[in-house]
């Protein structure tokens, strides 16, 4: 019994030096504060207390307070930071007005963070009877089309990431960015344009906008190709109608030789006389005056070709036109475009050549070609306002991609780069297309970009179909009939709805 008794005394006072010690510790090295009650419970807020003990030897990053709904919160639920409020006091007081669900049991602790720790005070519940529900006050647009981004201005919005939901009417927006007075967000898709009510939830409560919104639709279902799911077929406009032609179907053949017509106003489709030069894919199309012309392109997956076809809508009727006069390939397209009547081509990957063709002379006549276009990855080719663009993709596998612009001027024979896109990891050719100077890009996730040459911003809007890559596509004013690869479906982009918005 004495030498228990001995043991007794010998581990008190090994224990006082142990408290003393860390006492010392913690009022000069380690941060120190205490979380009193919760007061003022009512269905605006609460009021939170905590009293700053000790600072350590370091000082104060940021301070605060965390809840959650379960025992022992921590920073990355939801935290209330008070650093840009004052600086450091050692007695905080702050009235939580947000974000708190009525009848609700919360557990809270004040918190420090410095450069070398990140403490947390003893634990306090409460149950809530509730906050101010969120306000919406003002939102950056009116009217947007799917994929566009929209800042939410208001206040008691949860600062927390992923405790807000947003809906445009039913349907619910991707939120990109949330703090307790703005959340940023991605308009949902439609299948109609219409207005519809903007909401912000968080913690049970929710709050409106006071006006409609609009969201709008650009993307309209047309008729079915009828000549089935193909890729890298040809196409060209003339006037109102668009023609389409040749391609491979989904099991690796070619697709049969015939031409079907598409009015653009009725929404129908025509089978016209078959193209009369072999069937194959990755052939240049392009239209000049009257007539649509197609040639070159890969058959049987290694032949190349340099035959040059003209229709004529009119006659309804194909003629052989001169052969094409340069390099061929069969594992690349040639990207080409029109200006003044007069067709652009660049062929070859490392032996660049550049060639004209004049329709009326029915004459191949070749460019000096540009050094500095040798071994860059052009995959496509189009025109705006009399000058010339070619589109390179850099970047390799799944790494991020960049669009990059070549601008070609036919008076002066010169080509330089100029804007570049960021695509992100996904991209597939061919993808785009041009409405004017606004070139769209069709990536991954249903996704196209569309970029303003003029502004030089990049939009992100809503794609309907499941595959990035167009098998045709035929422009009308400032709408674009696009069919995806490997599907039957045609659906009509209206840019000048996606330029409504507001």
């Known amino acids: 019994m004495k030498h228990l008794f001995s043991f007794a005394i010998i581990t008190l006072l090994l224990l006082a030096a142990g408290c003393k010690k860390d006492s010392k510790i913690l009022s000069k090295e380690y941060p120190y504060v205490i979380q009193e009650d919760v007061s003022e419970i009512s269905e605006t807020g609460i009021t939170v207390k905590s009293v700053i003990i000790s600072s350590g030897d370091y000082a104060i990053e940021d301070f605060g307070f965390v809840i959650s709904e379960e025992s022992k919160p921590v920073v990355t639920d939801r935290k209330i930071s008070l650093k840009a409020v004052e600086a450091s006091p050692d007695k905080i007081t702050f009235r939580i007005d947000n974000a708190l669900g009525k009848d609700q049991k919360y557990y809270i602790r004040a918190f420090i963070k410095t450069p070398g720790y990140l403490v947390y005070s003893n634990e306090k519940a409460f149950y809530s009877k509730g906050s101010i529900m969120p306000r919406i006050g003002h939102l950056s647009k009116t009217s947007a089309i799917p994929g566009d981004v929209v800042t939410i201005a208001g206040d008691y919005f949860n600062e927390s990431p992923g405790n807000n939901v947003v809906r445009f009417g039913d349907v619910r927006a991707r939120i990109i960015y949330e703090k307790r007075d703005t959340i940023i967000v991605q308009c949902p898709e439609t299948k109609a344009t219409k207005e519809v009510a903007v909401s912000v939830q968080t913690a049970g409560q929710t709050g409106y906008a006071d006006a409609m919104f609009t969201l709008v639709n650009p993307w309209t279902p047309l008729a079915d190709f009828p000549g089935g799911a193909r890729f890298w077929s040809s196409s060209f406009t003339v006037g109102t109608k668009g023609y389409v032609a040749l391609g491979m179907t989904n099991d690796g053949n ?35 005056g009257n007539y649509g012309y197609i040639g070159l392109g890969v058959g049987n997956l290694v032949e190349t070709y340099s035959d040059l076809w003209e229709y004529d809508p009119q006659a309804n009727g194909w003629t052989k036109k001169a052969d094409y006069p340069g390099a061929t390939f069969n594992d690349h397209t040639y990207p080409h475009f029109v200006i003044n009547n007069t067709l652009y081509l660049y062929s070859g990957f490392n032996q660049y050549e550049f060639w004209t063709y004049n329709p009326v002379q029915d004459q191949w006549r070749q460019l000096q070609s540009d050094a500095q276009m040798k071994n860059h990855n052009i995959t496509e080719g189009f025109s705006a306002r009399n000058t010339g663009y070619f589109i390179e993709i850099s970047g390799t596998g799944w790494d991020p991609k960049t669009l990059v612009l070549w601008q070609y001027d036919p008076l002066q024979n010169t080509i330089f780069k100029t804007d570049s896109v960021p695509l992100g990891s996904y991209w597939a050719e061919p993808c785009s297309f041009n409405i004017g100077r606004k070139l769209f890009i069709s990536v991954r996730d249903r996704l196209l970009i569309e ?20 098998n045709f596509r035929m422009v009308f004013n400032s709408k674009a009939v696009l069919n995806n690869s490997e599907t039957p479906v045609v659906n009509e982009f209206n840019s000048a709805a996606a330029l409504h918005r507001k």
């Open 451 to 470: 970029y303003d040459m003029d502004s030089k911003l990049a939009f992100t809007l809503a794609h309907p179909s499941d595959h990035e890559m167009f």
């Open 254 to 288: 070619y697709a049969s030789r015939e031409l079907w017509e598409f009015n653009s106003g009725t929404n129908l489709w025509q089978e016209l006389p078959p193209f009369p030069g072999n069937a194959r894919s990755n052939a240049i199309d392009f239209s000049i």
